[in-house]
């Protein structure tokens, strides 16, 4: 249904132009598509519920009616025109479905009270109690239930749209998901191929925020189960636990790269991962890194990994602020760092080469040995070093860090293992990705060449190659010819296309 080579750009259309409409988001549909973008992905784009809105405006999350458009976004002409427009420019639209909650006044409740949830009064309620501007769906109330919001889907789809993000997806049982999608892709048993090639993406959470519901005796559902019962991608919120304490906690990268094998091996067959750096939920990710080494180390390892790569508005020009999801608060697009866009649309197009050439991914990760003169029969040793991560060597009054350098590696054939590289696989036809997220901004710069000269402190302390390297860095657009044991050029990244 999707290769991961394809990209998805998030939109909050209310935040996304001053505007805030569909015609307005018209014109950027080129620049999308020119950075390498394949499928648009609209927030949700219904009324919003009046009773306990949160904010001024409310969240979209809080719907009213899922058959009609927000007026403050557009009509429903000006919804078909930028329809037509997406595809016109080669692109795909996905629309967010929100079938665990709607808001408290929402048309299903007024018609349907018995449908959702109830509190000890007996009114509407609610899972999560924080969530006070919504209430839930029982799903064990009555089959029209499923068939109404079954319905739905079928009218968005015939409107033009190409797939939906499902919100909450976990909180909603599989079996719902499965029925849907086999009604509105119009799967056919008899040939066992849908006849609609719609695209399911579903917002799965936390496995600490599902171990919580079902602790509390709600039904909850895992990414496998999600992926067996309809969907093509799932969130990687499993896998963000670990990021989460990689950069907050400073836990080792391994945790979460080795956390990439359980998905490959545990999940069904096909089963893609969304990779993400922020989206309306999270952070902006050049406000949790900073405009600066990290954020272009980041940038091309998230893009490189496993999986589709998505973007949320804005994201290309390295913006900090995050809107609300509550308020007008409009992103400022001649604001952002264009030189960081340059670097984010090469990052991009590189890293979508990269999947399509070389559908195998690993993975190795080392720091520096310990300070010493550096010989030949050291570097032949180095591969059998353990793993060190960034520590500080402090001697008088000279303070030198071991960085540790990330290597993602792109190849046509699998590895033996996901996380061996070793200089066999060094070959044409594959792809390096190098990357030193915690890179200083100090120290000497490499000439790729070994020195004669005894390596004075301050070079001891810098990452060397592990291998031989040649070939052309698509992310600055330069040869690379290191040799093994030099030290790395001081950059965040490099995206090397590998030559023989």
Not at 333 to 359: H, N, Q, V, W
Request: proline share 6%; glycine share 6%.
């Amino acid at each position: 249904m999707i290769h991961e080579s394809s990209s998805i750009y998030q939109i909050f259309l209310r935040n996304f132009t001053k505007e805030g409409t569909f015609c307005a988001a018209i014109p950027e549909l080129k620049r999308i598509a020119d950075m390498g973008f394949e499928w648009i992905y609209l927030t949700p784009i219904h009324p919003i519920g009046e009773k306990a809105r949160k904010g001024t405006l409310g969240s979209p999350y809080a719907i009213k009616d899922y058959r009609k458009i927000n007026p403050e976004l557009g009509d429903e002409d000006d919804f078909a025109a930028f329809v037509q427009e997406v595809h016109a420019h080669g692109l795909k639209l996905m629309i967010d479905v929100v079938f665990n909650h709607t808001s408290p006044d929402s048309v299903l409740v007024h018609e349907h009270p018995d449908w959702f949830l109830r509190a000890a009064d007996g009114l509407p309620w609610r899972k999560c109690e924080n969530w006070s501007d919504v209430v839930d769906f029982d799903y064990r109330s009555s089959p029209h239930l499923w068939l109404e919001l079954i319905d739905t889907l079928t009218i968005w789809r015939d409107r033009g749209v190409d797939g939906f993000r499902c919100d909450v997806a976990s909180l909603v049982p599989s079996e719902f998901w499965r029925q849907a999608r086999q009604r509105v892709n119009q799967y056919d048993p008899g040939i066992k191929e849908e006849r609609a090639q719609l695209l399911w993406l579903a917002e799965s959470v936390h496995p600490a925020f599902l171990r919580k519901m079902r602790l509390l005796g709600y039904n909850s559902w895992s990414e496998p189960e999600l992926h067996v019962a309809a969907f093509d991608l799932t969130y990687d919120y499993d896998g963000w636990e670990r990021l989460e304490k990689i950069w907050e906690q400073g836990m080792p990268f391994e945790r979460y790269l080795e956390y990439l094998y359980v998905q490959e091996t545990l999940y069904p067959k096909g089963a893609k991962k969304l990779r993400f750096l922020e989206n309306h939920d999270q952070e902006r990710a050049a406000h949790r890194f900073g405009n600066g080494a990290k954020l272009r180390a980041m940038t091309p390892f998230y893009q490189f990994l496993p999986g589709v790569a998505m973007s949320y508005m804005g994201q290309e020009l390295a913006l900090e602020h995050m809107p609300s999801l509550f308020e007008k608060d409009p992103i400022d697009l001649e604001r952002g760092d264009k030189e960081f866009e340059r670097y984010f649309i090469a990052s991009l197009r590189a890293t979508k080469e990269a999947k399509k050439e070389a559908p195998f991914f690993s993975w190795l990760i080392k720091g520096d040995a310990a300070l010493q003169d550096i010989t030949d029969q050291d570097m032949a040793s180095r591969d059998k070093a353990p793993r060190t991560r960034t520590v500080q060597n402090r001697t008088s009054n000279n303070c030198a860090v071991r960085e540790e350098v990330i290597y993602c590696l792109r190849s046509v054939e699998p590895a033996i293992s996901p996380y061996l590289i070793d200089r066999s696989m060094i070959i044409k036809g594959n792809y390096l990705l190098v990357i030193q997220p915690e890179l200083g901004t100090s120290g000497p710069k490499s000439s790729g060449v070994k020195s004669q000269r005894r390596i004075s402190f301050a070079e001891e302390s810098m990452p060397r190659a592990l291998f031989d390297i040649e070939g052309t860095d698509l992310l600055s657009g330069k040869e690379v010819r290191i040799a093994e044991g030099d030290i790395l050029p001081r950059i965040p990244a490099s995206l090397i296309r590998l030559k023989d």
